[in-house]
């Protein structure tokens, strides 16, 4: 059998658009900052990358500053400004945030100064959408791009970073898209690339694989296949829910992303859950990827009011336009098979329990 990936939240497929222009970029000698015939050539490719994701992202191309990715974007955007978030954020922005803002149990934050506090447009392990106030000052727009219709120029903030991998796109490339105006000082200083904010030769083949993978994503959004992404992923509710007892939904009742499922079954360890359905044959996680390897209870289920013990027991399917439905019901199959047997191992233990004291 072969192996169905349902874990697009941590990394994408590389779409075939963005594997074709990388192909043609490594064929562009040039250095951009160079002067001659071969540097106008790469600077004309790079700037063309730049309009294309700027397209995408709803913003102007003067605007939009590549970088490594969205750890290193967040890092220019946060660094040295003593901005508040909440538990919800990725852990690229909570090492640079004081995360005291309140998360209800829908995973809903409340933001009471947004000029002073940056919020994520969309959480990995959840994906509930948040609504962005006006003035915020930054904003994680990661997981939502591609995914969800959005446009910088009209969410009412002042920066957001994305990264090319969570939509199709390379590994290793990302980009900080900042209002007009905006005093922002340089991390990684050196030469001017990207007008003086980010120096150090741009990585064209990565920004060309990115502004192709944003043009495609752009395009499954107008086509509207994430409608039937959120179709497929209510379709898996209904099986789990329908077959299995005292499993939680979590974010269920807030807007989420159309691709993710997140799912808490108190006493059954993710991690667990995780390698069962590996060995079967699927890939899901037990929350977000970035963390070495490590599976640990998520802090985003505990800034949600769960227990850290119970924070542990949740997993988190997230899955795209090219998966098919009939993969995603043969996970549920999977899923719910691997919990009949936990639960008739869990009342075999309660049964021998009883007989002990009896």
């Known amino acids: 059998m072969s192996r169905i990936y349902l874990d697009w939240n941590a990394t994408t497929p590389l779409r075939i658009e963005a594997r074709d222009a990388m192909i043609a970029a490594a064929e562009i000698v040039g250095n951009p900052s160079s002067v001659h015939a071969e540097g106008r050539a790469a600077k004309m490719a790079l700037e063309r990358a730049r309009e294309d994701v700027a397209r995408a992202l709803g913003a102007e191309g003067a ?5 490594s990715g969205s750890t290193e974007a967040a890092a220019l955007a946060l660094e040295g400004r003593d901005f508040h978030c909440s538990g919800v954020e990725h852990d690229a ?11 209800d149990a829908g995973g809903i934050v409340t933001v009471a100064d947004p000029a002073r506090s940056s919020l994520q447009l969309a959480n990995s392990e959840t994906g509930v959408l948040q609504k962005l106030p006006e003035g915020l000052a930054v904003s994680d727009l990661t997981q939502a791009f591609g995914k969800v219709p959005m446009a910088f120029n009209w969410l ?29 000082e340089a991390r990684i200083k050196g030469g001017g690339q990207e007008q003086g904010r ?53 974010g269920r009742e807030s807007r989420r992303l159309p691709n993710t499922l997140s799912m808490l079954t108190p006493g059954w360890r993710g ?11 699927f890939a899901i996680s037990a929350g977000s990827a970035c963390s070495s390897g490590k599976v640990r209870a998520s802090g985003v289920l505990q800034a949600m009011g769960i227990h850290p013990e119970q924070a542990g027991d949740a997993i988190r399917i997230s899955f795209g336009p090219s998966t098919a439905e009939r993969d995603v019901m043969r ?4 899923w719910l098979a691997s919990w009949q047997r936990w639960r008739e191992r869990n009342r075999g233990r309660e049964t021998a329990g009883k007989d002990d004291h009896g």
Do not use: Y
Not at 156 to 184: C, E, M, Q, Y
């Open 63 to 67: 605007d939009v500053i590549f970088t």
């Open 331 to 334: 996970f549920a199959d999977a």
């Open 198 to 250: 980010r120096a150090g030769t741009e990585n064209l083949i990565g920004i060309m694989g990115f502004a192709a993978a944003a043009k495609a994503a752009q395009n499954d959004l107008d086509q509207g296949l994430w409608d039937k992404v959120a179709q497929t992923r209510d379709s898996l509710l209904g099986a789990l829910e329908n077959g299995a007892e005292g499993v939680t939904f979590l």
């Open 93 to 103: 922005v909570k090492a640079w945030c004081r995360a005291d803002l309140g998360t």
């Open 271 to 281: 991690e667990t859950q995780v390698m069962q359905m590996d060995l079967a044959g």
């Open 156 to 184: 009412g903030i002042t920066a957001g970073f994305v990264s090319a991998h969570k939509l199709g796109g390379p590994k290793g490339v990302g980009a900080l898209v900042v209002k007009r105006g905006t005093d922002l």
